[in-house]
């Protein structure tokens, strides 16, 4: 199993970046696919999941702002971020739960290497 984030960057405040996770070694039919992020020195926290039914969950703090989705024939799953704010600065890690994993950590078995958005102001 494997899962490779990309799409991160630097990016000015108020801008957008789409985050993209490529799984292998199992399928979207049958996993969560959740996206958390982790700052320096604090503690990682979920921003957003996705189901096998499509169905999707977002943290208080990026709900409006943050889209995930999936495409079953890539085997991707996406995290559009929009009107981004330094806050959101972060290591983001996508993980995959074989049930519906919400954002809860702790449901998340197997996990990606991480990549980097910074937000300037």
């Known amino acids: 199993v494997q899962l490779v984030e990309s799409g991160g960057g630097l990016v000015q405040a108020g801008g957008s970046l789409r985050l993209s996770c490529a799984v292998s070694?199992?399928?979207?039919?049958?996993?969560?696919i959740g996206w958390f992020r982790q700052a320096p020195e604090k503690d990682r926290e979920g921003v957003s999941s996705?189901?096998?039914?499509?169905?999707?969950s977002y943290a208080d703090s990026v709900k409006g702002r943050f889209t995930v989705s999936s495409d079953k024939r890539k085997n991707t799953v996406y995290l559009q971020m929009n009107s981004l704010e330094p806050d959101d600065s972060a290591v983001y890690y996508c993980?995959?739960?074989?049930?519906?994993?919400?954002?809860?950590?702790?449901?998340?078995?197997?996990w990606g290497q991480g990549t980097q958005v910074i937000v300037a102001s």
């Open positions: 996705v189901s096998p039914g499509e169905i999707t």
């Open positions: 993980a995959a739960d074989y049930g519906f994993g919400y954002l809860d950590e702790r449901e998340y078995t197997f």
């Open positions: 070694g199992l399928s979207l039919d049958d996993y969560a």
